[in-house]
């Protein structure tokens, strides 16, 4: 009895702080899913193009945005200890790197271009491939500034507030998406390019609605955060420390996938089309678990500062059991009701559906073994990173991604000539090997030693 009810305790506190950030990225899906559908019925090239230059344009702003997003640990650890003042600290650090960040991606977006000229999509492809991820790429400060300043919630424990300026910021993306894609409410035709300044605008929106949120009278008189401001090396260089692998680990994850997303766009339309089908479906599996995963990641971080790893042990065990039955739920739905999804993104009677249709299909149903797979790294990931053992997760998502899934997607892809469906295969291969490697670690217990707050 005494073990069901911490259980039921620690299921109610995980579940108090992920539900929100579940909601979020279900939100952030919702909104991709819009644009997707959207872009489908603008044109099939539209389409093609934003999975691609979008995932290019997510890529380049992975790394900042891992730093920034790390910021949500720091505060996670020092809330356990009481410590408000180094909340606030850490605080403006993730935001001093925001800034310098935007400015460094910002002038990366030539190299973009170059990259997608690498991969010798169909030149229709290509052009609005530049046009979207130029617009996003130019403003990816924005996007990793709002990771800096939902951390002030996130670590604390008060995933409620970057729920709703989440729910926000989308809401002004679908209606600017909308208008500026066709040309609605006064506003010009802009396809592709409407989707990308609608992207910013939503989350330019976010970032205003955090600095309401953050700089009043009440948090300024509990945590002094004007008083704070400023630079300050050793918490600047703390965040760098363990930052700057949680980042990089993000990026190379990131970065891999992304290429794998370029060298499937080297098949023909069909394949293609029935591949962006398939990672729309990814995502909203992923999403929702991400969200559970990064509410793991702060209730390991606030008991690491507790200095309660055995806490942390019990809290891994039923987010497991949390994972899971969502997984499990959702990958019944792809096995049992794919033509539901898929319809969504395929107008009846269009040109290509039958062909799309039949490739999609049963990638659906990779998909789902492939959630159960994601669903395992991640929690058992963001228990690492929330525990301080980020170079672990960067050494492991470097040498997955760049000697299993990289170089096999490309012999599968140019070489043997494989379809669609044997390449997704190789990706759920690949969800394997990082599950198996962030459940091993965590076994390994080497976390247990790892202090980031430390002097």
């Not at 991969?119 to 990816?140: M, R, T």
Request: with cysteine; glycine share 10%.
């Amino acid at each position: 009895m005494g073990n069901a009810k911490k259980s039921k305790s620690l299921i109610k506190e995980i579940w108090l702080v992920a539900y929100p950030l579940i909601i979020t990225n279900a939100s952030i899906v919702t909104m991709q899913f819009v644009d997707r559908i959207f872009l489908s019925r603008y044109s099939p090239d539209a389409l093609a193009a934003c999975v691609p230059g979008g995932s290019l344009a997510f890529t380049f702003v992975a790394l900042f945005m891992g730093i920034a997003a790390y910021t949500g640990v720091f505060v996670a650890q020092y809330d356990g200890q009481k410590k408000r003042a180094n909340i606030s600290v850490s605080l403006w650090q993730g935001i001093i790197i925001s800034l310098f960040s935007g400015i460094i991606i910002a002038l990366l977006t030539p190299v973009g271009f170059w990259v997608i000229d690498l991969f010798d999509h169909a030149p229709e492809v290509v052009v609005l491939e530049k046009q979207y991820f130029g617009i996003l790429n130019l403003f990816g400060g924005v996007i990793i500034l709002t990771n800096a300043l939902s951390a002030f919630f996130i670590g604390r424990g008060k995933t409620t507030v970057p729920m709703s300026v989440t729910i926000i910021g989308n809401i002004i993306n679908m209606f600017f998406a909308y208008a500026m894609i066709f040309g609605h409410f006064g506003f010009p035709e802009m396809g592709i390019k409407g989707a990308g300044v609608a992207y910013i605008i939503g989350n330019a929106g976010m970032v205003f609605c955090y600095i309401l949120f953050i700089f009043n009278h009440k948090n300024e008189r509990k945590y002094r955060i004007a008083k704070l401001a400023g630079f300050n090396k050793l918490a600047f260089m703390r965040l760098v420390r363990y930052g700057v692998p949680n980042g990089f680990g993000f990026f190379t994850d990131i970065l891999s996938f992304t290429i794998f997303t370029f060298f499937v766009g080297h098949l023909d339309m069909f394949s293609l089309a029935a591949h962006n089908i398939a990672i729309s479906m990814q995502t909203l599996s992923f999403m929702p678990i991400l969200g559970l995963g990064l509410g793991v990641q702060i209730v390991v971080g606030r008991y690491m500062g507790m200095k309660k790893p055995d806490k942390v042990v019990e809290v891994v065990k039923n987010a497991c059991k949390m994972g899971l039955a969502y997984a499990g739920t959702l990958a019944a739905l792809f096995i049992l009701v794919p033509n539901i999804f898929i319809g969504l993104f395929l107008q009846t009677g269009a040109e290509g559906t039958a062909e799309i249709t039949k490739l999609a299909l049963p990638l659906i149903k990779i998909v789902s073994f492939f959630v159960f797979a994601d669903c395992i790294y991640l929690i058992f990931g963001d228990t690492l990173r929330g525990a301080g053992d980020t170079k672990f997760h960067m050494v492991a998502m470097l040498a997955s991604g760049w000697l299993i899934l990289v170089p096999g997607t490309y012999i599968f892809v140019y070489i043997l000539k494989k379809d669609v469906l044997f390449i997704w295969g190789w990706l759920t291969f690949y969800a394997v090997v990082t599950a198996v490697l962030m459940t091993v670690r965590f076994f390994m217990g080497r976390w247990r030693t790892i202090d980031i707050t430390a002097k």
